[in-house]
């Protein structure tokens, strides 16, 4: 007779809520969630959060018991080269995206920060070419603003900030864009990229002292309040934002970088071939109609479409050859390649 197997299912023995808690807060899962959130909030944010990084993974080196059983000595060594070695990692990983993030600003304000720049580093040019959008007065617009308590905001950081966002919102609203209704409290960030949401302008700290940055920064947070914020969120309005705020920023100096590369810089150069063919008062005054116009414009979720919406509803307006215009128009978005040929 063939002897029988019997198995003997283990005896799962109960775990105390601590073991169990520990258990989850090991689980891969949780870890890499850990992880993940702190990095961004310690690279974006606040810098401390790095250091939960370096906690996610030591409890993913202990949930996986690699020094399990091995001296305490040994235990504490291997303990020790982690934590030294996900601190440097987290510390060059932050230092590298800074700079990574640094450069996003600096690209974005590139064009407008070379275009004031050479216009305040030469009399003679900013004399034959720099608009004077408002009348020099001995009493300048200077908005009431309400600061974070960042020590990089010192009395003459903020008396600075304050005229340059008060000649800049003069400059647009001598155009015809409406005034704020009310002003962003500001704030300051520890990098160059400025930070901003409805309510609140952040500052970087390392371009706070840069006129063109901060026409930059404030110029995004008043065309981004009143188009992009407006309403649910549409990547068109977002881009429509930005090529308002660049288009009117060298606006402002009067000079202008073409690139052609960027959706959004194919739509400045395009502007600006406009303003080559209609002059700056027409292109200004047709780009402020389709402002006034924008929640009107049809096919906002692409944003080509959105765009040529506006600048046409603007320029059909001005233009006294509205034939003849209008075949220029399609002709330089085409040139663009922002509108297929046969529109």
Same mark, same amino acid.
């Given at each position: 007779?063939?002897?029988?197997? =019997?198995?003997?299912?283990?005896?799962?023995?109960?775990?105390?809520?601590?073991?169990?808690? *520990?258990?989850?807060?090991?689980?891969?899962?949780?870890?890499?969630?850990?992880?993940?959130?702190?990095? *961004?909030?310690?690279?974006?944010?606040?810098?401390?959060?790095?250091?939960?990084?370096?906690?996610?993974? *030591?409890?993913?080196?202990?949930?996986?018991?690699?020094?399990?059983?091995?001296?305490?000595?040994?235990?504490?060594?291997?303990?020790?080269?982690?934590?030294?070695?996900?601190?440097?990692?987290?510390?060059?990983?932050?230092?590298?995206?800074?700079?990574?993030?640094?450069?996003?600003?600096?690209?974005?304000?590139?064009?407008?920060?070379?275009?004031?720049?050479?216009?305040?580093?030469?009399?003679?040019?900013?004399?034959?070419?720099?608009?004077? +959008?408002?009348?020099?007065?001995?009493?300048?617009?200077?908005?009431?603003?309400?600061?974070?308590?960042?020590?990089?905001?010192?009395?003459?950081?903020?008396?600075?900030?304050?005229?340059?966002?008060?000649? =800049?919102?003069?400059?647009?609203?001598?155009?015809? @864009?409406?005034?704020?209704?009310?002003?962003?409290?500001?704030?300051?960030?520890?990098?160059?990229? +400025?930070?901003?949401?409805?309510?609140?302008?952040?500052?970087?700290?390392?371009?706070?002292?840069?006129?063109?940055?901060?026409?930059?920064? @404030?110029?995004?947070? =008043?065309?981004?309040?009143?188009?992009?914020?407006?309403?649910?969120?549409?990547?068109?309005?977002?881009?429509?934002?930005?090529?308002?705020?660049?288009?009117?920023?060298?606006?402002?100096?009067?000079?202008?970088?073409?690139?052609?590369?960027?959706?959004?810089?194919?739509?400045?150069?395009?502007?600006?071939?406009?303003?080559?063919?209609?002059?700056?008062?027409?292109?200004?005054?047709? *780009?402020?109609?389709? @402002?006034?116009?924008?929640?009107?414009?049809?096919?906002?979720?692409?944003?080509?479409?959105?765009?040529?919406?506006?600048?046409?509803?603007?320029?059909?307006?001005?233009?006294?050859?509205?034939?003849?215009?209008?075949?220029?128009?399609?002709?330089?978005?085409?040139?663009?390649?922002?509108?297929?040929?046969?529109?």
């Amino acid at each position: 007779m063939a002897n029988k197997i =019997y198995r003997i299912s283990p005896v799962e023995i109960p775990k105390s809520l601590r073991a169990r808690l *520990l258990d989850f807060v090991e689980h891969p899962l949780a870890v890499g969630a850990l992880f993940a959130i702190s990095g *961004l909030v310690g690279t974006l944010l606040y810098t401390p959060f790095l250091a939960l990084c370096a906690v996610s993974v *030591l409890l993913a080196f202990h949930r996986a018991r690699v020094v399990s059983g091995r001296p305490l000595l040994v235990q504490i060594i291997a303990y020790s080269l982690l934590v030294s070695a996900v601190s440097i990692g987290s510390y060059l990983l932050y230092d590298r995206l800074s700079l990574e993030l640094d450069s996003v600003q600096t690209d974005f304000a590139r064009r407008v920060a070379s275009a004031l720049k050479t216009s305040q580093s030469s009399s003679s040019v900013s004399v034959l070419t720099a608009p004077k +959008p408002i009348p020099s007065t001995p009493h300048p617009f200077l908005p009431s603003l309400t600061y974070t308590d960042s020590p990089v905001l010192t009395e003459p950081v903020r008396k600075h900030l304050q005229l340059e966002i008060g000649t =800049y919102s003069s400059y647009l609203k001598g155009i015809g @864009f409406p005034s704020l209704d009310s002003f962003p409290r500001i704030g300051t960030v520890p990098y160059a990229v +400025p930070m901003m949401e409805p309510g609140r302008l952040d500052f970087g700290e390392k371009s706070i002292r840069d006129n063109s940055a901060i026409r930059a920064a @404030f110029g995004m947070y =008043y065309f981004g309040s009143q188009i992009a914020w407006v309403g649910e969120n549409d990547s068109a309005k977002d881009n429509a934002a930005i090529v308002y705020n660049v288009y009117f920023l060298e606006s402002y100096s009067d000079l202008h970088e073409g690139k052609n590369s960027t959706p959004s810089e194919k739509w400045v150069d395009a502007l600006w071939d406009f303003r080559s063919k209609f002059g700056k008062k027409t292109t200004d005054e047709a *780009l402020l109609i389709g @402002f006034n116009k924008r929640s009107q414009i049809a096919k906002i979720g692409d944003t080509n479409q959105y765009l040529a919406n506006i600048i046409e509803s603007g320029l059909f307006e001005v233009l006294n050859d509205r034939s003849s215009g209008l075949k220029t128009i399609h002709q330089v978005l085409s040139d663009h390649g922002l509108i297929e040929t046969s529109q």
